[in-house]
């Protein structure tokens, strides 16, 4: 949806959510950090630098119990890592002596190292980290556990390879909690949005099952269908997107440098103008007189369609409304909101979160206001004793053949694996119809390029057929 109101808006993807059930206790070996289980190969751990550093943390008496959070402060560090280059970052830690032990530990030559100053700006060292990050990220974890690494060393190595900035603290500031006793979800959901409340949310069904890998290999799996969806997405949107800034940026030179010129030639001929080129020679005008006024008006009013659509949910429900109707971007939406629902959906299902959990959850990925009602109105029926098909039927935005897969489901309690075929036949029907958007996109924005441009030189011919019939 936001990709279709690019450039007034973007991405915005606020996803919150907890599971309500109480933890219980793996049956299963209690197994410490997801590497080694307790009690067993202990020569096999990597205890010293772990356990030199736990020691080393200042004020940290028992590492097993999980202190009262306290406000971190950013140290602004210099270091030079094990290949010999120098880096850059921000650490948070509560005192300098922490984050000096923690750069320490890894290896690091601390060549420079202070406490953060106000005006000291880091540009993307917040943002969320994407689909495409957290898919690769997840499977090297993955792995990593499954070959016997314990958890904190697992994410030790993802922060010496992070070369983004955002990914780097990310990891580091996990590592950091893991180590003062902190759980990985806990110290994924210390960190804000930077991690989606869906990830943090199935990690701790994970430490719940004591079934990490797993869980990490399924929403690998998720994270990258997203990312294909979001780049298919993209893709369908670039031609059609460079083609009108082109046929922008043809207009605006025709009219500001090129009429002007015949302008004054069509004077001193005293050549009869017809009405098309009254009207070109006033738009040129215009755009050369109140160039200024017209770029900050359409600032201003892209700023408050961003604004309005970010933070109004009546304005954002019609914006999305209006979208879902017309022809073919309905289709490219409603296939890609159900796409997503029914992946998630399963995947939460597959993994024993309970109904009204799920659909908590799922009402916080999407944002799409039309799918949040119908999610509302799910768990207001589920409330009533209601089945879950029963707040989609009849819904214009849930096609039926979802709606008749989701009663299969229920009826026969399988329905996690009827929610995955849907994901599937609605993914397939999703890139069918972008592959032809993209196809009729190119001659349409051709053909819209050629009346622009066509109805421009048309108004410059015809007055010179007015001089030269003159001339004879």
């Known amino acids: 949806m936001d990709i279709l109101m690019k450039p007034f808006i973007y991405i915005y993807h606020a996803v919150s959510g907890i ?71 921000i650490f948070e830690a509560e005192t300098i002596e922490e984050a000096r032990n923690y750069l320490t530990s890894q290896d690091y030559q601390i060549v420079k190292l202070e406490p953060k100053s106000k005006y000291d700006i880091e540009i993307g060292g917040d943002g969320k980290l994407k689909a495409s990050q957290l898919s690769f990220s997840l499977t090297q974890l993955s792995t990593y556990i499954k070959a016997g690494i314990p958890l904190v060393d697992s994410m030790k190595i993802l922060a010496k390879q992070a070369t983004k900035s955002n990914e780097k603290r990310a990891y580091q500031r996990i590592v950091y909690d893991l180590l003062r006793g902190e759980n990985l979800s806990d110290a994924m959901e210390k960190q804000g949005e930077k991690f989606p409340k869906l990830l943090i949310n199935m990690i701790k069904t994970a430490e719940m099952t004591g079934d990490l890998p797993s869980i990490l ?145 799922l009402s916080k990925i999407t944002n799409n206001e039309i799918y949040k009602e119908i999610i509302a109105k799910t768990l207001y029926n589920l409330g009533k004793g209601d089945s879950i098909s029963e707040s989609f039927k009849g819904q214009w935005a849930f096609p039926v053949v979802a709606y008749e897969m989701l009663v299969t489901g229920e009826n026969t309690g399988q329905l996690g694996l009827m929610m995955e075929k849907v994901s599937d036949h609605f993914q397939t029907l999703h890139k069918a119809i972008i ?28 007055p010179m057929f007015d001089i030269y019939g003159k001339i004879q």
């Open 19 to 89: 599971f309500s059930a109480p933890k219980k206790m793996s049956k299963k070996e209690p197994v410490h950090n997801y590497g080694t289980p307790i009690g067993k190969n202990k020569k096999n751990q990597k205890e010293d630098s772990n356990e030199d550093y736990k020691k080393n943390l200042v004020g940290i008496v028992d590492t097993n119990k999980k202190r009262e959070d306290k406000k971190l402060n950013q140290f602004r560090y210099t270091i030079i890592n094990a290949n010999g280059k120098k880096e850059t970052s």
């Open 435 to 462: 592959d032809q958007l993209k196809a009729l996109i190119e001659p349409l924005m051709i053909a819209v390029l050629a009346v622009i441009v066509g109805i421009i030189l048309l108004s410059i011919v015809v």
């Open 217 to 361: 290999d399924d929403m690998a799996e998720y994270y990258t269908s997203m990312e294909k969806t979001r780049k298919a997405m993209i893709s369908a949107m670039t031609y059609p997107a460079v083609v009108l800034t082109i046929a922008i940026g043809v207009l605006i030179f025709m009219l500001l440098f090129i009429v002007p010129r015949f302008v004054d030639m069509f004077e001193s001929q005293d050549a009869e103008l017809p009405f098309i080129t009254l009207a070109v020679i006033g738009a040129s005008d215009f755009l050369k007189a109140n160039y200024i006024w017209v770029i900050l008006v359409l600032a201003v009013v892209g700023g408050v369609l961003y604004y309005m659509y970010k933070n109004i949910i009546g304005f954002r429900k019609n914006v999305q409304f209006m979208l879902m109707k017309m022809p073919v971007v309905s289709k490219i939406i409603i296939y890609n909101e159900v796409t997503n629902f029914t992946k998630t959906f399963a995947s939460l299902l597959n993994h024993g979160v309970l109904i009204t959990d799920c659909m908590d959850i």
